[in-house]
Antibody, heavy 122, light 107 residues
Framework: QVTLTESGPALVKPTQTLTLTCTFSGFSLTNHGMCLNWIRQPPGKALEWLALIDWDDERHYSTSLKTRLTISKDTSKNQVVLTVTNMDPMDTATYYC??????????????WGPGTLVTVSS | DIQMTQSPSSLSASVGDKVTITCRASQNIRTFLNWYQQKPGKAPKLLIYATSTLHDGALSRFSGSGSGTDFTLTISGLQPEDFASYYCQQSYSFSLTFGGGTLVDIK
């Protein structure tokens, strides 16, 4: 059974760096054709994809946020970490991690964590 | 980035209705289009991938079609548990993008 859980601070101050951890089980990120994604959703708004890291350590970032994002993995701990620098109130959102499998060279997000709400406020 | 535009942004329907949601890509994405369902306070769930392939556990009243830039999600015979938000998402580009969502609520 695949499970994913996001963890991190519920409240950060403007200009601080946010560090979020996704801890997963039921699969390995060393398996060919797997990747882990981060997606966020501001309250009442749409989903926004942020970043992914795959089994081969290849990383891709949202074009609009790439200068602020870093994604990394620790396969021995089954964890993926996302850092977001220079946080702003506009970054207030529920942050999700999601596993994806490769289908015809496309990533399909098939398992999601429950999400963690991060509020940016002084 | 590839922009995904969904319409309508919301709709009201009754149990038993047939509902169609459309998604348009800003460029040709072939059939690299996926649909997710999200209920309030919950994470999204994969419904359909590669335009028309039903994910495990998704019910057959959900169907998808399209190619290139225009896609549709159809719910044939809306059920009470289908009242939710639906999002399309392209996986043609490594920079994945979602549509703005469609809220399906009870008329």
């Amino acid at each position: 059974q695949v499970t994913l859980t996001e963890s991190g601070p519920a409240l950060v101050k403007p200009t601080q760096t946010l560090t979020l951890t996704c801890t997963f089980s039921g699969f390995s990120l060393t398996n060919h054709g797997m990747c882990l994604n981060w997606i966020r959703q501001p309250p009442g708004k749409a989903l926004e994809w942020l970043a992914l890291i795959d089994w081969d350590d290849e990383r891709h970032y949202s074009t609009s946020l790439k200068t602020r994002l870093t994604i990394s993995k620790d396969t021995s701990k089954n964890q993926v970490v996302l850092t977001v620098t220079n946080m702003d109130p506009m970054d207030t959102a529920t942050y999700y991690c999601a596993r994806a499998f490769s289908y015809n060279d496309a990533w399909i997000l098939d398992s999601w964590g429950p999400g963690t709400l991060v509020t940016v406020s002084s | 980035d590839i922009q995904m535009t969904q319409s309508p942004s919301s709709l009201s329907a009754s149990v038993g209705d047939k509902v169609t949601i459309t998604c348009r890509a800003s460029q040709n994405i072939r059939t690299f289009l996926n649909w997710y369902q999200q209920k309030p306070g919950k994470a999204p769930k994969l419904l359909i991938y590669a335009t028309s392939t039903l994910h495990d556990g998704a019910l057959s009243r959900f169907s998808g079609s399209g190619s290139g830039t225009d896609f549709t999600l159809t719910i044939s015979g809306l059920q009470p548990e289908d009242f939710a938000s639906y999002y399309c998402q392209q996986s043609y580009s490594f920079s994945l993008t979602f549509g703005g969502g469609t809220l399906v609520d009870i008329k």
